[in-house]
């Protein structure tokens, strides 16, 4: 039997590390009362315990999710890992303790708070992930072409095989500026890598016309008629308009171009 | 004439078309080439006006030589023409599509010269598109009226998609406005696209090779108001669309008014935006929810209840057929509820395998309750304390575009109170007319 505990475990952030805080929480027959990664704030007061990421004890556990689950709540437990949700460590330890209990059809659980709750996370990260689908803009330079997105959850394992795919011969750089990560693309491999900061050059002229044309593109498109702007934020909220072409003011370069003619 | 001026008049032009969907093929890379496709499409960004901009909308030239009232382009019209060249369009689709502004490119044109050199001009494009610049992403093509059969054939199969608007839903309302055009003109591409698409269909099976012929399927697009044609006409057409050309979309254009014609709406008319809303929602109840038109409107009842949704409309005037229960109900019945969806249909067929459903759940599986509770019980049980009479029903029944609809018009001083259905008839969308007309 499991026992509600006051500590609060510490691991290092990745999939593993949580791996590891599922096994130590079924080996030391306790919950923790959280579970934060080493670079998350600790604003708690409860004693730490400081979990050793160990790659046989995290397999262990890797496996036994779909040996005695299903596959379905694999996946379910690796996209919840992905999503902005607070708590989700938590989550996905009462979901895996569920789990090992019902079997496989924990996943269809919905109306367990727990359960209900990660696919509801779920759902937002994979609804996000196929927004920036469309969202991302690229700046093309001469050798690559780069892009910046500011996503609440961790998008860029999503995106990847569509980018990868849609743009096989070209060099690109998906940059996730809230988690300081970018996916990096040169013919044929990709890699996500921690990224600190990016500086970049002024795209040149034909770039500028290309964000120009869109621009153009973009206002003369809307029927003003049925000029509609509370649709619009539904569908586009604000958030996303910073890194997008069309919402950005066209820069000098094109702007001193167009007086000259 | 700059690439600049000519994007914006050509975009201006293209605008009044609804489609911009770039659903319907999944498509790989494959690694050569630029582009895939994604069955379920890709929104890109949402203009101020609120609707999806996937595709670059855009026609090769707004010159026509014909003359349809409704349309901009129309051959007496002055307004400033333009034409791309169809190396133009083809290196501004790969330019937009590299940066990701675009899923791929919906190209229509005014009719230039005869209707077998327009298409020439579109499938030109396409060929730089697909055969030079090896593109896979997204294209839908309208397909020119009057074209011959073997361009046609050409265009389909470098398109996803392809279209032939109807744009006006009667033949009485076509020979009006658009004298150049017939229903049969319309209608004859309809039919080789869609016998073309069967045909491709059986010969994949046999060789799997042959090049596919619009793969997405073809669509079309219906002005809303530009005509007397009310929603039952509308609304059966569509059907038979659906059924007949095996149609994978029919979209509504609510009429913008262009000019004064006296056939058509004066310029201060307003688009009816919201009779457009109440059509798709319609649509939607076709394809995706199991009901007929005949279910939705007929005879008596020619257009739809500008305050409830069409489903709700149906739900009220067979209250006899409610409630049902959620624990037992068929997916097909859920479906029928007011305030549940596919979605939340699909979960609560899900979660009761696992445990009775109870009005608590319900609402974390999406149902909007303020609406089904009128309509289901939990194990036989309605929630409790709930009052249930027809006016209270109705009142919860009344969307938020309906309720701006309503106090618009009182606003306008259209009527001076809104106190609906105090008798006891069953209310049905003609009785919402009446009333709103003043007439109840
Ligand atoms: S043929 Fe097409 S472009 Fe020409 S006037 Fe008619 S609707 Fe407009």
């Keep these: ?103 496989a059809r924990v996943v269809y659980m919905l109306a367990d708070d727990t359960v209900n709750k990660i696919s509801k996370a779920v759902k937002n990260l994979t609804n996000e992930a196929h927004h920036f689908k469309g969202f991302v803009r690229f700046k093309v330079y001469d050798d690559m072409m780069f892009s910046q997105i500011e996503p609440k959850n961790y998008v860029l394992p999503l995106i990847k095989h569509h980018f990868c795919d849609r743009f096989p011969n070209e060099s690109f750089v998906i940059y996730d500026k809230t988690h300081c990560q970018a996916l990096v693309y040169k013919p044929y491999s990709s890699a996500i890598i921690q990224v600190d900061k990016v500086d970049l050059d002024e795209p040149d002229e034909t770039e500028m016309k290309y964000q120009q044309l869109w621009r153009d593109y973009y206002n003369a498109i809307a029927i003003e008629q049925r000029y509609n702007p509370r649709c619009r934020m539904t569908h586009l909220p604000k958030r996303f308009w910073g890194d997008m072409t069309e919402f950005q003011s066209p820069s000098k370069l094109i702007s001193k171009q167009k007086a000259e003619s | 004439m700059d690439v600049f001026e ?41 203009s101020a006006d609120g609707r999806c901009i996937s595709l670059l909308k855009i026609l090769m030239t707004n010159y026509c030589i014909y003359n349809c009232s409704y349309c901009v382009n129309r051959r007496t019209n002055d307004i400033q023409r333009a034409a791309f060249t169809p190396r133009e369009l083809a290196d501004l689709t790969m330019n937009f599509y590299k940066r990701n502004y675009i899923e791929g490119l919906f190209l229509s044109s005014g009719i230039i010269r005869n209707p077998d050199y327009t298409c020439e001009q579109i499938i ?33 199969v470098l398109a ?21 055009k017939s229903k049969e003109n319309i209608l004859a591409p309809m039919g080789v696209i869609r016998d073309k698409i069967r045909e491709n269909t059986t010969d994949l099976v046999r060789y799997n090779h042959a090049p596919k012929f619009a793969p997405a399927g073809q669509s079309t697009q219906m002005i809303v108001g530009a005509t007397p044609d009310t929603d039952y006409q509308i609304l059966n057409l569509t059907e038979s669309l659906y059924n007949k050309y095996k149609l994978k979309r029919v979209f509504f254009s609510a ?41 939705l409107l007929d005879e008596k009842h020619q257009n739809f209840n500008p305050l ?37 249909a699909r979960r609560i067929i899900i979660a009761r395998r696992s445990c009775l459903l109870r009005f608590e759940h319900l609402k974390k599986l999406g149902v909007v309750l303020k609406r089904a509770q009128y309509f289901i019980t939990c194990s036989g049980k309605i929630t409790e304390g709930l009052k249930i009479t027809e006016d209270i029903i109705i009142r919860n029944m009344i969307t938020q575009s309906g309720m ?15 106190s609906l259905f105090n008798d006891n008839t069953k209310v049905t969308a003609g009785d919402v007319m009446k009333c709103l007309s003043g007439q109840m």
């Design chain 1, 1 to 103: 039997m499991l026992e509600r505990s006051n500590v609060v475990y510490v691991y290092d952030g990745t999939y593993y590390g949580l791996m590891c805080c599922v096994f130590e929480s079924f080996y030391s027959h306790e919950i923790p009362c959280a579970i934060v990664a080493d670079s998350a704030q600790q604003l708690s007061m409860l004693p730490p315990k400081f979990i050793e990421t160990d790659t046989d004890k995290a397999h262990r556990v890797m496996r036994s999710i779909p040996n005695k689950i299903s596959a379905k709540a694999e996946e379910l437990v690796k996209l919840c890992f992905l999503s902005q949700l607070d708590d989700k460590e938590l989550l996905i330890l009462d979901f895996l303790k569920k789990g090992y209990k019902y079997g």
């Design chain 2, 6 to 46: 000519k994007l914006k008049i050509l975009t201006g032009a293209a605008k009044y078309d609804v489609a911009c969907t770039s659903s319907g093929v999944d498509r790989s890379s494959g690694g050569v080439g630029v582009g895939n496709s994604t069955a379920c499409g890709i929104c890109h960004s949402f």
């Design chain 2, 124 to 156: 030109a494009t396409l060929e730089i598109l697909r055969n030079e610049y090896g593109f896979k992403g997204y294209i839908h093509a309208k397909a020119i009226p009057g074209a011959s059969a073997e361009l046609l054939h050409k265009l389909g």
């Design chain 2, 160 to 180: 996803d998609r392809m279209s032939v608007n109807i744009e006006l839903p009667s033949q009485k309302s076509l020979q009006l406005l658009a004298p150049d």
């Design chain 2, 255 to 295: 009429y913008m008014p262009i000019g004064d014609n006296p056939l058509l709406p004066s310029k201060d008319t307003k688009p009816p935006l919201l009779r457009e809303h109440r059509l798709y929602q319609a649509d939607w109840l076709l394809r995706f929810y199991g009901f007929k038109a005949s279910e």
């Design chain 2, 308 to 344: 409830v949704d069409p489903k709700c409309s149906w739900a009220l005037s067979h209250l006899d057929q409610f409630p049902v229960d959620v624990n037992t109900a068929e997916y097909e019945t859920l479906l029928r509820v007011p305030g549940i969806g596919v979605n939340s």
């Design chain 2, 404 to 418: 701006r609809f309503a106090d618009e018009l009182i606003q306008s001083g259209g009527y001076s109170q809104l």
